[in-house]
């Protein structure tokens, strides 16, 4: 029996922690400080949301569609966004905690990330063409395969991307972050 869609609804401080919403819709939907940590939201659907001080941390999101969705002041830590639908994945990220995340095999042409902290996070065959990094921290981040032709990295910090296993024509740095570009080869930089 097929599950009725939440079409245009708007949740509450709704908590949802640890449970399983295997295969529900959202679609043209606002979370305002919602909880669901270590959910279970495999098989859903996400078009047209937006959620505003929601916690998605270690969220499980095998096979979950995320079609323009929306994430500002959240905390998604230790989410893993490859294992995604990548048909008409596409999320903004503003004043969020993404640490320990992972991104693997996304597209992610020219996504904004806006003052999120991103550490100890991985983006490994990931496509950022043209993606934005602005006032985001890095820390400890790795970059693997990626493509970062023409990303803007000119306000983040603490990042350091190996370019020799990345792709970075036209990628945009700012001079203090030139030693994150050679860290690999253990330069004293004074």
Not at 28 to 55: I, K
Not at 163 to 174: H, P, Q, T, V, Y
Request: hydrophobic fraction near 40%; glycine fraction near 6%; proline fraction near 2%.
């Amino acid at each position: 029996m097929k599950k009725e869609p939440h079409i245009d609804k708007r949740f509450e401080k709704a908590v949802y922690t640890g449970t399983a919403l295997t295969g529900e819709e959202f679609e043209g939907c606002t979370f305002l400080g919602c909880n669901l940590t270590e959910c279970d939201l495999s098989g859903c659907l996400f078009a047209d949301c937006r959620l505003t001080d929601c916690n998605w941390s270690m969220a499980r999101l095998a096979n979950t569609n995320l079609r323009n969705v929306a994430f500002v002041n959240c905390k998604l830590v230790g989410v893993d966004f490859g294992g995604c639908l990548p048909f008409l994945f596409s999320v903004s990220f503003e004043n969020c905690c993404l640490d320990y995340s992972r991104f693997r095999k996304n597209r992610l042409k020219e996504m904004k990330f806006r003052g999120c902290s991103i550490r100890d996070a991985e983006f490994a065959d990931t496509d950022l063409t043209g993606a934005a990094f602005d006032g985001c921290d890095l820390a400890n981040t790795v970059f693997t395969r990626a493509t970062l032709n023409q990303a803007d990295f000119r306000t983040a910090h603490n990042y350091a991307i190996n370019l020799e296993l990345n792709s970075a024509r036209k990628a945009k740095f700012a001079l203090p972050g030139l030693p994150g570009l050679l860290s690999q080869y253990n330069l004293v930089i004074e």
